[in-house]
T-cell receptor, first 113, second 108 residues
Framework: EPEVTQTPSHQVTQMGQEVILRCVPISNHLYFYWYRQILGQKVEFLVS????????KSEIFDDQFSVERPDGSNFTLKIRSTKLEDSAMYFC???????????FGPGTRLLVL | GIQVEQSPPDLILQEGANSTLRCNFSDSVNNLQWFHQNPWGQLINLFYIPSGTKQNGRLSATTVATERYSLLYISSSQTTDSGVYFCAVGTNAGKSTFGDGTTLTVKP
């Protein structure tokens, strides 16, 4: 069964450093998402992406964050200058059509020191 | 934005018992999913159920969209069912809003 993949599974970085989290959505899907989950809390929406542009973003998704779909298969989340509070599990998700299941990747656990 | 409330927040069961988890939402939705978060943090999709009833083995779910709630039933619970169960709702292809989850502990 097709699945969403994410790399790396874990990343440790120093505060102020840039990180890029990578996702490969399911190949024919059209809608892409990033979510995050701070340890012990619920999953929060960051951004959605469709037709090569951001369709919606949350208040969390400030100027430090950006997303790209550089080559038609990868979908990346960049954090320009990480903060301690960016430490979380980041999930990528994709969906084929409007009223269908959203498939989640296994997540990248980011630790900012 | 839409509010999602899950109950109970915590549930402890003996192996073999049945349970019902509830998800209430504050506005009309046409996307609703139930997830199980395993000990490694992965979100395992259980059901996509914006309306109606579905069953998969020992698990079943019912959503009554007009009354803005969904129920997840777990029968004959096993220790491997332990973890956090999330309900996530949304409209069309927009974002999903997650509830706070129900933490289920099944004791042998």
């Amino acid at each position: 069964e097709p699945e969403v993949t994410q790399t790396p599974s874990h990343q440790v970085t120093q505060m102020g450093q840039e990180v890029i989290l990578r996702c490969v959505p399911i190949s024919n899907h059209l809608y892409f998402y990033w979510y995050r989950q701070i340890l012990g809390q619920k999953v929060e929406f960051l951004v959605s992406f469709y037709n090569n542009e951001i369709s919606e973003k949350s208040e969390i998704f400030d100027d430090q964050f950006s997303v790209e779909r550089p080559d038609g298969s990868n979908f990346t989340l960049k954090i320009r200058s990480t903060k301690l509070e960016d430490s979380a599990m980041y999930f990528c998700a994709s969906r084929l059509q409007v009223l269908e299941t959203q498939y989640f990747g296994p997540g990248t656990r980011l630790l900012v020191l | 934005g839409i509010q999602v409330e899950q109950s109970p927040p915590d549930l402890i069961l003996q192996e073999g018992a049945n349970s019902t988890l509830r998800c209430n939402f504050s506005d009309s939705v046409n996307n609703l999913q139930w997830f199980h978060q395993n000990p490694w943090g992965q979100l395992i999709n259980l059901f996509y159920i914006p309306s109606g009833t579905k069953q998969n083995g020992r698990l079943s779910a019912t959503t009554v969209a007009t009354e803005r709630y969904s129920l997840l039933y777990i029968s004959s619970s096993q220790t491997t069912d332990s973890g956090v169960y999330f309900c996530a709702v949304g409209t069309n292809a927009g974002k999903s809003t997650f509830g706070d989850g129900t933490t289920l502990t099944v004791k042998p």
